[in-house]
């Protein structure tokens, strides 16, 4: 066992019922969380940014010239 692990046994022995009660409550939600699958990463600005990465300049400039010429 790790030594965190030892540590919180130790710490188990010393709670009362109701202690005991709301850790396992606890630790259920967290084993639950842990079945959820994880929500899918969306990766767009990578492949904005590999199709950028070419690009010299600012490209905030740009976008801030083409403002001021459609106004």
Do not use: H, W
Not at 1 to 17: Q, R, V
Not at 20 to 27: E, G, N, S, T, V
Not at 50 to 69: F, H, K, P, V, W
Request: aromatic share 8%; hydrophobic share 40%.
């Amino acid at each position: 066992m790790t030594k965190l692990k030892e540590l919180a046994i130790k710490d188990l022995n010393s709670f009362n019922s109701i202690e005991m009660a709301k850790l396992y409550d606890f630790m259920q939600f967290i084993k639950d969380k842990r079945q959820i699958m994880p929500p899918k990463i969306n990766l767009s600005y990578l492949k904005v940014r590999e199709a950028l990465q070419g690009c010299t300049g600012s490209l905030s400039e740009d976008i801030l010239n083409e403002r001021e010429e459609t106004i």
